[in-house]
């Protein structure tokens, strides 16, 4: 099958970062039959709060990964929302004017609840892009977690921005109660990444959400990408399903060939 890989990290805690290391990953994602892989940057290496230059940093890093492959990787804009709406907007434009990146990716500088969001909507919407959104059920973490978004706040996002397409990340991490908050929602998607496969959770996303909300994704190099593959495809759904997921529906979502 042909598979499209929604969430990756080829440069993760500075790896990865060589040329050599780009190669070979290429050509381990292409032995598994993964054709694209969207890259959502080194998101960690400067702490859950990089500051604009660390950002710029980061994004021009997934767009050399692009100059060096144009037609395997796809850039996501990594940002901070703290730092407020020019420097959102002024980076969010740089990554689609200069490298052409078709998302924002978002991590744990903030809840997905947090006023300062309307500075990533704003983005979105001016620049078409889709916002991929960190997301872990808060049952599954302790206190001092705060800035990590349960499922619920990325659902409220979503239900607070119709005209934003918006994927909660970590189908494993938000788990069934998950999928019930995202339910019912036409903008908003939910990755496959995060942790080991849990057996049901892909059938019960299929059943709530319907093949066409659920996207393939790994969350490489932390996961293995065979295991989340096969998760699919040894989930008890159509063949038409497992296509969509792996494969149509983030080519639809990004506009990919």
């Keep these: 099958m042909r598979i ?20 070979a990953l290429v050509a381990h994602g292409r032995a598994l039959g993964i054709e694209r892989m969207i890259s959502l940057g080194d998101v960690l290496r400067y702490g859950p709060r990089p500051d604009a230059p660390h950002l710029r940093k980061l994004n021009d890093e997934s767009a050399r990964l692009q100059r060096l492959h144009p037609d395997y990787f796809v850039g996501f804009c990594y940002l901070n929302p703290r730092l407020g709406e020019r420097a959102v907007m002024a980076e969010a434009e740089r990554c689609v004017t200069k490298h052409g990146f078709k998302g924002i990716k978002l991590e744990i500088a903030n809840n997905a609840s947090d006023p300062c969001m309307k500075h990533v909507m704003k983005a979105a ?3 078409g892009l889709v916002v991929l959104q960190h997301s872990w059920s808060s049952t599954n973490f302790g206190p001092g977690m705060q ?3 349960d499922p619920d706040d990325t659902a409220r996002l979503a239900r607070q921005n119709p005209e934003v397409n918006i994927i909660m990340a970590h189908l494993v991490g938000i ?18 990444s995060g942790g080991f ?3 049901g959770l892909v059938e019960y996303a299929v059943e709530h959400l319907g093949a066409d909300h659920v996207l393939y994704g790994s969350d490489l190099p932390i996961r293995e990408c065979s295991a989340k593959i096969g998760s699919i495809l040894g989930a008890r759904i159509s063949e038409a399903a497992k296509t969509r997921i792996l494969h149509t529906n983030t080519a639809q979502l990004l506009g990919l060939n």
């Excluded at 990290?9 to 790896?15: G, L, R, S, T, Y």
């Excluded at 788990?175 to 496959?192: C, H, Q």
């Design 4 to 23: 499209i890989d929604v969430h990756t990290h080829p440069i993760f805690f500075n790896d990865g970062r060589r040329e050599t290391e780009v190669e």
């Design 125 to 127: 919407r001016t620049f």
């Design 147 to 149: 800035d990590h978004s």
């Design 175 to 192: 788990g069934f109660r998950g999928v019930l908050a995202a339910k019912g929602l036409p903008n908003l998607y939910v990755d496959t």
């Design 197 to 199: 496969p849990e057996e």
